[in-house]
């Protein structure tokens, strides 16, 4: 594999996501698309901003490109009100302005934006029509040179006589002549354009993880075409290091792989980023930035770094095998996860750039960074119930009427098991049963046949199964809040009880004790004697500990508490407060095993756009085991007391090993 370099910083996190990045001597400057476009000034290594030069309403006039004036004093910007500026860097002063003309009213988008090497000229190009603004007379004049709708990367030649636009097409114009050339590319999706002026090449990225190099002559010819990742992909990050002789280019695995138009293969991956990256920036001091989709800058010094060292030997590296990058519905809860042996988790979502209702089940293997996946098309959201059967099998639903048992060594489709509706899904733990609920029936399939053995209509609400007891019970919960077991051997209810707004349910080993979280806190339910107590207000998130005993958290993450199941307070540990724990806006979940609970801690409103903080307790002595920040958030998690597996707002598959 190639060299993994270590870390980079993160620095600073705007509000939106960073579109571009302009490095500028002892500043950075930030394009952020969030709440305001924007243009900010940051100091180069610690991120802090020092000024803001653009802000506008998104509805405003501000458009998305950029482009740094070659004396590195100012910054020229188009605006939706059809109109070129120049700001000066240091006092923000508007230095000059231009406005399109009258016919070409549509400045809205993906206008481009490069410099003459002399500084002289600026080129723009507005819906595919290229214009040129002499900075000395002020004049912004159209020429006869069009690209194909979809321009997404512009590049000026060191003489300032030839221009390339890409899109659909590789554009070469000569300034001079006015004469063109355009190259149809052999693949769709592509994006982006660098000049690499000591390679004398361009190189041009695309939507399936693939870099190409291209020459820069008439007419433009390929050079090299190399993988940098799997499909899918949503953005290819490119920038020029080594004064053009190299190219920075994003893959899909969060990285950002070294390339040479020589050797193409990937020599060197700068990882440690937990975000899919969006732009990256650089300057000639080869300092890289790294710019994530949910505004995090990263900064990496790799001046003293070999960055010419040549790629390793063919057929030692291994590609990737499809890793996930975002989860296509990224909210708490339905990104759910599940384990079936040590080291080896499954999780459900869907990959950015696919159709809004494409799922995949991936298969996590701790130590590699990839994941298996295994497609098909869904008409709805799938994947809010996995189920592992006997330690082999992962069964969910496909989005229509059926639930499909997944192997999980070959991720082979075993059996499609019809169910109208369904909603649930447990099997037992000998595993040679699972039960599924939903619609108006209840099935209880063999395992080894994948046939039904024993159904019946459902007269009461649709519910769902949580948890099969040893005995043969199970705990259901319906959508009227009420909850309860009914017998795997006749399917009937034989205890309920109900409360208002339910959020979850969740049974002792021996069915005697059921915790549930609702109504803003955690009642513990005696099935025995039918009582009902409950805990102090505010507790959440209840689980089973060892001993018999119960785990709540304070639904903020201000706390978490063992009760006995009488109600009696065992021990209460205070977390120390941070920007999350303990704020009205937090949302604390947990999870246990054992003796041990981890607790984790994001912002309720904007789960996956923030950080988590994870938190891991030994209730039998109060101390905190371990403690560790997700930086993107996360929404499901698996814990076995001696790790954590989960998979972030990124879209990473991360483990944490407990000591």
């Not at 989709?293 to 070999?306: C, K, N, Q, R, Y």
Request: charged letters at 20%; glycine letters at 10%; a negative charge.
């Amino acid at each position: 594999m190639p060299e993994v370099f270590p870390s980079p910083t993160l620095i600073t996190r705007m509000e939106g996501r960073i579109e571009h990045i302009l490095p500028c001597g002892d500043v950075v400057l930030l394009h952020t698309n969030g709440r305001r476009h924007s243009v900010t000034v940051h100091d180069r290594k610690s991120g802090r901003l020092l000024r803001e030069l653009v802000s506008v309403n998104p509805i405003g006039p501000f458009d998305r490109h950029i482009a740094l004036a070659t004396d590195q004093r100012s910054v020229f910007c188009t605006f939706f009100d059809d109109r070129i500026v120049q700001i000066d860097i240091e006092s923000g002063e508007t230095l000059r302005s231009a406005p399109f003309p009258t016919d070409s009213a549509l400045v809205r988008s993906g206008d481009l934006l490069v410099v003459s090497p002399r500084g002289d000229v600026v080129h723009v190009v507005v819906w595919g029509d290229v214009f040129t603004w002499d900075l000395g007379s002020n004049e912004l004049g159209q020429t006869p040179f069009r690209a194909f709708l979809g321009t997404n990367g512009m590049a000026c030649s060191p003489d300032g006589g030839t221009l390339w636009v890409n899109s659909h097409e590789l554009n070469r114009f000569e300034l001079g002549t006015g004469t063109g050339t355009n190259t149809r590319h052999d693949r769709e999706g592509v994006q982006g354009l660098v000049h690499l002026a000591a390679s004398d090449c361009l190189a041009v990225g695309s939507f399936d993880g693939i870099v190409e190099f291209w020459s820069t002559h008439a007419p433009p010819t390929r050079i090299a075409t190399t993988r940098i990742g799997p499909e899918p992909h949503h953005r290819v990050a490119m920038t020029s290091l080594r004064r053009g002789t190299l190219l920075a280019a994003s893959s899909v695995d969060q990285r950002v792989n070294l390339l040479a138009p020589s050797d193409p293969s990937p020599r060197k991956r700068l990882g440690g980023i937990f975000c899919e990256i969006w732009c990256l920036g650089s300057d000639d001091a080869d300092a890289l930035w790294v710019g994530d989709m949910h505004g995090g800058l990263w900064h990496h010094d790799l001046a003293g770094e070999p960055l010419d060292a040549p790629p390793p030997p063919k057929g030692k590296t291994k590609a990737p095998k499809f890793p996930m990058t975002n989860h296509f519905w990224p909210e708490p809860g339905e990104t759910p996860m599940v384990r079936t042996a040590p080291g080896r988790a499954f999780s459900v979502g869907g990959f950015r750039g696919s159709p809004p209702l494409d799922r995949d089940l991936c298969a996590w293997e701790r130590g590699r960074e990839d994941a298996t996946a295994h497609r098909w098309f869904a008409r709805r959201k799938i994947g809010y119930e996995l189920a592992v059967v006997a330690g082999r099998f992962v069964v969910l639903d496909d989005g229509g009427s059926n639930l499909l048992a997944v192997d999980g060594a070959t991720l082979a489709t075993a059996a499609k098991l019809p169910h109208k509706g369904v909603q649930g899904a447990a099997a037992n733990r000998a595993g040679d049963r699972l039960l599924t609920t939903g619609g108006t029936e209840i099935k209880v399939w063999s395992t080894e046949t994948w046939e039904v053995v024993a159904s019946r209509q459902n007269p009461e609400v649709p519910q769902r199964a949580v948890q099969w007891l040893d005995d043969g019970r199970v705990l259901f919960l319906d959508k009227n809040d009420a909850f309860g077991f009914f017998s795997a051997d006749d399917l009937k209810r034989r205890a309920t009880r109900k409360l208002t707004h339910v959020q979850s349910v969740v049974s002792d080993p021996e069915g005697a004790f059921v915790a549930c979280a609702a109504g803003g806190q955690v009642h513990v339910w005696n099935v025995v004697s039918g009582e009902i107590i409950a805990l102090p207000a505010g507790t959440s998130s209840p689980v089973f500990l060892g001993g018999g005993l119960l785990g709540v958290v304070e639904r903020h993450g201000a706390w978490v508490a063992s009760f006995r199941t009488d109600g009696t307070l065992v021990r209460r540990v205070e977390l120390a407060p941070t920007a999350l724990r303990g704020q009205r806006s937090t949302e604390a979940r947990m999870w246990g095993h054992g003796t041990r609970v981890a607790v984790v801690c994001q912002d309720a409103l904007t789960p996956w756009s923030t950080r988590a903080e994870l938190d891991v307790l030994d209730m039998r002595t109060g101390e905190t085991v371990a403690s560790h920040v997700v930086m993107q958030g996360l929404g499901s998690l698996v814990f076995d007391g001696a790790d954590i597996a989960y998979v972030t707002g990124g879209g990473r598959a991360e483990w944490l090993v407990l000591p």
